[in-house]
């Protein structure tokens, strides 16, 4: 661990719980790694004091902070500015300074993004099949569309919120690319070869056995799946599409690159591939997972 003085900048993670998180892993590292005077806390704020938290961490001049559930959308009213993407999704998950305040910015969804590409994946011009409408899925949706893709197919238990959530997205770019539809609505799909995105809650620990959709005929039409699970490393909805000759990615590189980008925003540097590796093995350790 490096020194702590009377020069070191301070960062944290806002959230209720935060026992759980490895964002300070994730961070400390990279202070280390690039010898920055830099360090990064779990800060456990309860539903009610966001205000107070927000304020806070201004009077005490923290360079920024990160914003877990369940307080993504609670922290937006006590922000200065937002960026455009995170005003667009609704949900705000790191805080960066600006005049007289915070300004919100969204770096799940980049990061998300950041980790596809990393992977090869694009999605401008890609049709997309987009499993769940919750608050994950919701920011899939829009980032589908902020990133240019054709078309999506958000498929949801319940089809009333697919519709919600395609009407929102639809209505913020002014195009009609998000196309709702129930689990079933998967038969109705054209025949042919899809980027798929699980973004439900389904398969995670300690529930590891389950999947949003089990049968064979909707994994045949998976080029690439993509679980925002890491927990789990390779879920059920991952063996699935690798089953049926697809590629499968988790969600580690999404949680490395959102907090990466996080620390670039805040300390005004740029971090290369190799130290992205090295988090993502660092982190594959602590959780017991090898190769």
């Known amino acids: 661990m490096h020194t702590i003085d009377g020069r070191t900048r301070v960062c944290g993670l806002m959230g209720d719980p935060v026992e759980h998180t490895l964002s300070p892993l994730i961070h400390n590292t990279l202070a280390r790694d690039l010898g920055h005077n830099f360090v990064y806390v779990p800060l456990q704020v309860e539903r009610g004091q966001v205000e107070e938290a927000v304020r806070g961490a201004w009077a005490l001049h923290l360079q920024g902070m990160n914003v877990t559930v369940p307080h993504k959308s609670a922290v937006i009213p006590w922000l200065k500015e937002m960026d455009e993407l995170a005003e667009k999704i609704g949900a705000v998950n790191t805080l960066v300074p600006c005049r007289d305040g915070y300004k919100g910015y969204n770096t799940d969804m980049t990061g998300l993004k950041r980790a596809m590409e990393s992977e090869g994946i694009r999605l401008c011009g890609e049709t997309v099949i987009l499993l769940g409408a919750g608050g994950a899925a919701r920011a899939v949706a829009f980032l589908c569309a902020f990133s240019g893709a054709e078309r999506v197919y958000l498929l949801n238990r319940t089809l009333e919120r697919a519709q919600e959530t395609a009407s929102e997205v639809n209505r913020a770019f002014g195009r009609d690319c998000i196309m709702p539809l129930p689990l079933s609505g998967y038969e109705k799909i054209p025949d042919g070869k899809y980027l798929a995105v699980q973004g439900t809650s389904v398969g995670l620990h300690p529930h590891t056995e389950e999947t949003v959709i089990a049968d064979d005929a909707f994994y045949e039409k998976i080029h690439t799946g993509y679980d925002?699970?890491?927990?789990?490393?390779?879920?059920?909805?991952?063996?699935?599409?690798?089953?049926?000759?697809?590629?499968?990615?988790?969600?580690?590189?999404?949680?490395?690159?959102?907090?990466?980008?996080?620390?670039?925003?805040?300390?005004?540097?740029?971090?290369?591939?190799?130290?992205?590796?090295?988090?993502?093995r660092i982190l594959k350790e602590e959780m017991g997972i090898n190769g």
């Open 228 to 280: 925002l699970i890491y927990k789990p490393y390779d879920t059920k909805f991952m063996r699935l599409v690798r089953a049926h000759g697809g590629r499968a990615c988790n969600g580690m590189k999404m949680l490395v690159y959102q907090a990466i980008h996080a620390y670039e925003l805040w300390n005004g540097v740029e971090i290369e591939t190799a130290e992205a590796e090295k988090i993502i």
